[in-house]
């Protein structure tokens, strides 16, 4: 009974303190289709589900986590929503205001982007995404921008949450006529609808379950699609997709076997 209650305390302690603190940074390559040799090698960062508030996302470690994806020196920094916290155990409440210093230290070459996740809209959607414009995130609501990194051209298409019911995923995709495109947007459950014009999709919201048993995968995503875009790099029917575990808590203040991530793709060129 003593090493139960040993490994059950170890347990505790490592999902309820240790591991929510324990951000990584993970790095990955893909060939996207339709990636042109222009942009080869072009390096994108992919921040999401802050959900400041939550324990342990306090003003502190949201620089600690804003500072680590700067000094990645990405081309491009991705925001993939839910800055803010509404339902969380033990939720500190902050005013998305304050963090705006926090967030002006996000810096990348081709810009910092961001879209809202259904925290976000629960929260407020016009007072979070005030917050984000402040600290110099170009938030784009079922709207696509083109930009020019590298002297070559890139379409990228912010779409809304799908899982409060914003996402136009049309609408954004009539905004952006030509390619390469990069989608970027809260909830994965919008994947099945892209086309193929559109190189890849980059999504986060399912925390990748936020814990994760052993030869049992995630207890809980929140997603139509059960645990099919859990966590990671899905491609179907030559379409890519990655997930990223996101960095904050929702719910409940732990994580088991899904640390904190902040994502870096590489993308290049297929050969």
Do not use: C
Not at 144 to 160: F, Q, Y
Not at 189 to 196: C, E, K, L, R, Y
């Amino acid at each position: 009974m003593r090493i139960v209650a040993v490994v059950g305390a170890l347990l505790v302690l490592w999902a309820g303190v240790l591991e929510p603190r324990h951000l990584v940074v993970r790095e990955r390559t893909l060939a996207p289709p339709g990636w042109p040799p222009a942009l080869d090698g072009l390096r994108i960062a992919l921040v999401g589900d802050l959900h400041v508030g939550a324990p342990p996302m306090d003003r502190g470690q949201l620089r600690r986590v804003v500072d680590r994806t700067t000094r990645q020196r990405a081309d491009l920094i991705l925001f993939l929503g839910d800055l803010m916290d509404t339902k969380s155990l033990f939720r500190r409440s902050i005013r998305p205001e304050l963090v705006v210093p926090e967030l002006r230290l996000l810096d990348a070459p081709a810009g910092v982007y961001g879209v809202l996740g259904n925290h976000d809209h629960w929260f407020g959607a016009r007072r979070v995404e005030r917050a984000l414009e402040d600290g110099g995130v170009d938030v784009l609501t079922n709207e696509a921008r083109r930009l020019r990194v590298r002297g070559a051209p890139l379409w990228i298409l912010g779409v809304d949450d799908d899982f409060t019911g914003h996402a136009e995923l049309q609408r954004t995709l009539d905004d952006a006529p030509g390619v390469p495109k990069l989608l970027f947007t809260h909830s994965p459950d919008v994947f099945p609808a892209v086309p193929a014009s559109v190189s890849l999709t980059v999504a986060a919201h399912t925390h990748g379950g936020q814990v994760r048993v052993p030869f049992a995968g995630p207890l809980f995503v929140p997603s139509r699609y059960g645990t099919r875009y859990a966590r990671g790099h899905f491609v179907e029917g030559g379409r890519h997709l990655w997930v990223t575990s996101g960095v904050g808590n929702s719910m409940v203040p732990v994580r088991f076997g899904v640390p904190p991530e902040i994502v870096v793709l590489t993308l290049r060129a297929p050969r």
